[in-house]
């Protein structure tokens, strides 16, 4: 393989996106961008955030995973199944009712000006960063390997990145990046799906012995009955059902392409169906993940210091060049899906919740779609930003950094809702920012000291103390 040809197979790629674009974005509007005009088919939206909720997170540090903690993430994944029941039954319905463009409006009516702002605050912050972390992961894959043959720069790289999303959804928006996540989805699971065959057929297996030396293996443990250790299956299976709820059902993002389907009934058979697609596509990356540890160790592969690199080091350089042409393709569709519907609900919550485009009436259309034009580039901007200060600091594999983060961000917001949702009290506005800013920074000092005081190490279940502190704090500033 050289970097001419990964390089002509990112722009025909990026070719189809633009094709996409130019049909779906016909006399689109603000409604369009925001939600579609509330025109997807329900079966392609599911099908589309497959890709999206995997991303290149999923694509690279799973597999990578499974050489430390085994088949047990399986166990947050199945957690997925009630939190996502929980979305649908709970969640879309008052969405539906309110008929939201952005989610966290309903923070307005529910407490009040602050608590609406911070709720707001708190997606732009958590999503600004997991989408930098996100599309860090890949892009950084695709410069060691492509780029840096032409001595380009990593900022220039991820420029590019950045420049090629916007143009294809500065227009179409929503509507457009329904229909491009179902290519992003076939090709992340084609590579998948080809590399374990390619694994396979190097080690002189069938596909039935592949999964009779999975089985085999260490690596493919799903329960973990030490109640000491962070993978514990229940609270690997409770951390699940709160994270699908707070990183889908509180996230615009997620919410945004739900929000696009023609009603109520198909939002709702779109996120049941995608919970339980979700079950037999994570099982398929702890299975490429397995399979490729023990790729490894009979072909005396060194493992590398970061796991991550595990997938890309064996896809490019001991598989052949057909390997690495279908692992980069699934890498491009990483790095777009991981960008491309942040980049949209991040101006879509910037547009409507702090600068209150859709309440304006003295505005023209035309100036709506030149406002949420110069957000839309703003916040690429900061995107770009935020995953260069990343790649100066990253010392840990990115899966668990960006769920650390998503613990102490959307746990605000998870807390919020359920104070809003299972409570009638009102409370004393003006103060929730300061509950939301509290709750994180004693969640963090729990955490780093978790084993000194309770002999107990914290995991992904930190997203449930730290929503279940804001609960509390809202309950101290309620009124009647």
């Given amino acids: 393989m050289t970097p001419q040809l990964i390089l002509i197979l990112f722009f025909v790629y990026t070719l189809s996106l633009f094709v996409v674009s130019r049909i779906t974005s016909r006399s689109a509007n603000n409604q369009t961008f925001f939600v579609g005009n509330k025109q997807s088919p329900w079966y392609v939206v599911a099908y589309g955030m497959i890709g999206a909720s995997l991303s290149g997170v999923t694509f690279i540090s799973v597999p990578g995973w499974v050489g430390d903690t085994g088949f047990s993430y399986l166990m947050v994944v199945i957690g997925y199944l009630l939190g996502y029941f929980a979305i649908a039954k709970i969640l879309l319905p008052l969405y539906y009712k309110m008929n ?107 596909l039935g012995g592949l999964i009779t030396a999975v089985e085999e293996s260490k690596f493919s443990q799903i329960i973990i009955t030490d109640i000491s250790s962070r993978h514990h299956w229940f609270k690997q299976f409770i951390s699940g059902a709160f994270i699908a709820i707070v990183m889908t059902g509180l996230d615009q993002d997620m919410m945004q392409k739900n929000l696009s389907c023609r009603n109520l009934k198909d939002a709702q058979k779109n996120v049941i169906t995608l919970s339980w697609i979700l079950v037999p596509v994570n099982f398929l990356f702890l299975f490429l993940g397995a399979a490729l540890f023990i790729y490894a160790n009979q072909m005396g592969i060194t493992i590398p210091d970061l796991t991550d690199d595990l997938f890309p080091t064996i896809a490019i350089n001991h598989l052949g060049i057909f390997s690495g042409l279908t692992f980069f393709i699934g890498l491009i569709a990483a790095a777009y899906s991981s960008a491309d519907s942040a980049l949209t609900a991040l101006t879509t919550s ?106 107990y190490k914290f995991g992904f279940e930190l997203l449930i103390v730290n929503g279940g502190l804001v609960f509390l704090g809202l309950f101290g500033i309620s009124k009647k």
């Fill in 350 to 455: 910037f547009s409507v919740d702090f600068l209150g485009i859709e309440r304006k009436e003295n505005l023209t259309e035309k100036q709506r779609i030149k406002t949420r034009t110069w957000v839309h580039l703003g916040i690429s901007t900061t995107v770009l930003i935020v995953i260069l200060i990343f790649r100066a600091i990253n010392d840990q594999a990115v899966i668990q950094k960006l769920f650390t983060i998503a613990g102490y961000t959307y746990g605000p917001l998870l807390g919020m809702y359920a104070f809003g949702l299972f409570s009638k009290l009102k409370v004393k506005d003006r103060y929730v920012p300061f509950v939301a800013i509290l709750s994180p920074v004693i969640c963090y000092f729990i955490s780093q000291n978790s084993e000194v005081w309770f002999n």
């Fill in 100 to 206: 939201l463009t952005s989610i966290y409006a309903y923070l307005e009516g529910r407490f009040g000006f602050w608590s609406y702002k911070t709720g707001a605050f708190y997606f732009l912050l958590s999503r600004i960063i997991g989408a930098s972390f996100r599309m860090f992961l890949v892009v950084n894959v695709l410069q060691i390997f492509v780029f840096d043959a032409w001595n380009i720069p990593f900022g220039v790289t991820v420029a590019l990145f950045i420049i090629l999303i916007w143009l294809y959804t500065y227009k179409g928006g929503i509507k457009t990046i329904v229909w491009t996540d179902t290519l992003q989805t076939t090709f992340m699971l084609l590579a998948v799906g080809i590399s374990v065959y390619l694994i396979s057929s190097e080690l002189n297996l069938s």
